[in-house]
C-alpha cells in the first residue's frame, strides 16, 4: 500500500492498536491497523462510516441515512455525512462499499473530512490493503 500511496502524494501515518469494541451486542478485544491519510486536496466528500448499533438505529429514527440498496451493507453500516449527493454517488461503487463494510463488520470505522481519512481496519498488516488505496483514489477523482 505505501508504494500506492507515495505514487498519490499522499502523507501517511500507521499503527497499530488493540481495542475493545462493541460487534452484535458482545464486547470483542480486536487488532487494528489505523492509517491516518493527509489529503492533498479537500475531498467533495464528508462522511463516516461506523457499525450500525442499536444507538445509531434511533438516530435514523430522527435523521435520514444514505442506504445503497444492499441490506448486506445497509444493515451494518451507518452512515452520517454532510455530503448527500456526494457521499451517494461515492457509495454506487460496489468495490467501495466492500472495502467500507469489510472494515466496519468487524469493528472498524472510515472517516473522511476535509483533511484527512482515518480508516480503522481490523486485522494486523499495515502493508496489505490495497482496497484502502483504491478507496483514497476514489475520494481524491470524486
Known sequence: ???ELDSLGIR???EETTETVEIDGKD???DFVVTTLALTTPPKIQASFTH????KK????????IQVGDPAFDDVV???TDTPEETAAFLKSK?????????VAGGGSIEIDERHILARIPGKDPTGDHALAALVRIVLKA
Open 1 to 3: 500500500m505505501s508504494d
Open 12 to 14: 501517511y501515518e500507521v
Open 28 to 30: 470483542t478485544t480486536k
Open 52 to 55: 450500525e448499533g442499536l444507538g
Open 58 to 65: 434511533l438516530v435514523k429514527l430522527f435523521k435520514k441515512e
Open 78 to 80: 451507518y452512515v452520517s
Open 95 to 103: 468495490d467501495t462499499q466492500k472495502t467500507i463494510l469489510t472494515a
